[in-house]
């Protein structure tokens, strides 16, 4: 039985809020996106966990109008063409993380700021970690494994001795 179905039963109904996609926040975007379909009990359609289980239409349409509240209208336009949920999700993920070899690039960048990175004597510890989280984030989101120790040792080599 569908949350969907669930709902119905207990007489209940409940509004989301979609969050909207734009070009810096796609990790975040697609997380909410996921509990959101989970919620509604359309996510397996998107992402099946036996991919040889067929697609109920009505759930699909209904995972689809989901992402296209919580899409631009240019991405809306690029994707206008992909008949199901599933194809649709794979081509928001390509759009927003690039293909690849544009995902390496951006992790190269990305890893190449994290070791530029050093804190000045002016700056707040509180915002320097935040930094140097964001950009560990957004390596990892881009499937690159950062051990923990590594990044510990980062923080200790960057910030200024009065901090150790």
Do not use: H
Not at 38 to 63: F, H, L, M, R
Not at 65 to 86: C, N, R, T, Y
Not at 126 to 131: E, Q, R
């Amino acid at each position: 039985m569908s949350s969907v179905e669930v709902n119905k039963m207990r007489g209940g109904s409940f509004g989301l809020s979609y969050p909207l996609l734009d070009r810096s926040n796609y990790i975040a975007w697609s997380l909410k996106m996921k509990v959101f379909m989970q919620a509604q009990g359309v996510w397996g359609d998107v992402e099946p966990s036996d991919p040889k289980t067929p697609v109920e239409d009505k759930i699909d349409k209904i995972a689809l109008a989901m992402m296209f509240q919580g899409i631009p209208e240019d991405v809306l336009l690029s994707i206008a063409e992909k008949e199901s949920a599933k194809s649709a999700w794979e081509a928001i993920k390509t759009l927003c993380q690039g293909a690849d070899q544009v995902k390496a690039a951006r992790v190269q960048t990305l890893k190449t700021e994290f070791e530029a990175l050093c804190m000045k004597e002016s700056d707040q510890l509180d915002n320097f970690y935040m930094k140097l989280n964001g950009l560990v984030t957004n390596i990892r989101a881009l499937g690159e494994e950062m051990k923990e120790s590594y990044v510990v040792k980062k923080l200790l080599r960057a910030v200024p001795t009065r901090f150790l």
